[in-house]
């Protein structure tokens, strides 16, 4: 079954405690991205990875890093997490970039 | 830089009536389109997409979107709602020209009453 798998779905953390959200996807997709989803405010791209070693900043990569060393998979690096990185994030693939993206289940980051 | 507006967060409906769901881009030049179906706790799906071949786009569930270049509007509409279709609803539009993201409109959540 064609899928994009978010981990952990769930975390509650502290500030400043490193965390890694990994996703993975199983299509060769070639394009993959993360983004947060806040209440109003839609969804809004953190990274996005054209290719393996190819990754770009969107438009709130602000406290976050992402490497893409295979391609199946594009780990979200939270290196000192705070407060307002609590948001429900996702992972989404696509063949290309302009093409409709597959999405994970979401995982919802709780930072205290 | 490109943005996508959804007129309205929050829609109600009543079963049978029609869903209408606005979506306004800001590029001068058509970019693609999506409309995509949250339900509680999932990702995104994909409902339809806009890629310049035809003007008025059919997706799944029965639901479909008119692109129109004058008015830089894709709406969204199905004709009798059904208590399945209560969902959060996000336009999201593509331009290679402002770099190859995805931009999401703010959402509009529709609540189906019986």
């Known amino acids: 079954e064609a899928q994009v798998t978010q981990n952990p779905r769930y975390l509650i953390t502290v500030t400043g405690k490193k965390l890694t959200v990994t996703c993975s996807q199983n299509m060769n997709h070639e394009y993959m991205s993360w983004y947060r989803q806040d209440p109003g405010l839609g969804l809004r791209q953190i990274y996005y990875?054209?290719?393996?070693?190819?990754?770009d900043k969107g438009d709130v990569p602000e406290g976050y890093k992402v490497s893409r060393k295979e391609k199946r998979n594009f780990p979200l690096i939270l290196e000192s997490p705070s407060p307002n990185q609590t948001s429900l994030y996702f992972c989404?693939?696509?063949?290309?970039?302009?093409?409709?993206?597959?999405f994970g289940d979401g995982t919802r980051l709780s930072i205290l | 830089a490109q943005s996508v507006t959804q007129l309205g967060s929050h829609v109600s409906v009543s079963e049978g009536a029609l869903v209408l769901l606005r979506c306004n881009y800001s590029?001068?030049?058509?970019?693609?389109l999506f409309w995509y179906v949250q339900y509680p706790n999932q990702g995104l799906q994909l409902l339809l997409k806009y890629t310049s071949a035809a003007t008025l786009v059919k997706g799944i569930n029965g639901f479909e979107a008119e692109f129109k270049k004058s008015e830089t509007s894709f709406h969204l509409t199905k004709p009798s709602a059904h208590m399945s279709d209560a969902a959060e609803y996000f336009c999201?539009?593509?331009?290679?020209?402002?770099?190859?993201?995805?931009?999401f409109g703010g959402g509009t959540r529709v609540l189906v009453k019986p």
């Open positions: 989404a693939s696509s063949l290309r970039e302009d093409q409709p993206q597959h």
């Open positions: 999201a539009a593509f331009l290679k020209a402002a770099g190859n993201k995805l931009t």
């Open positions: 990875s054209m290719n393996v070693e190819v990754t």
């Open positions: 590029s001068s030049v058509p970019p693609y």
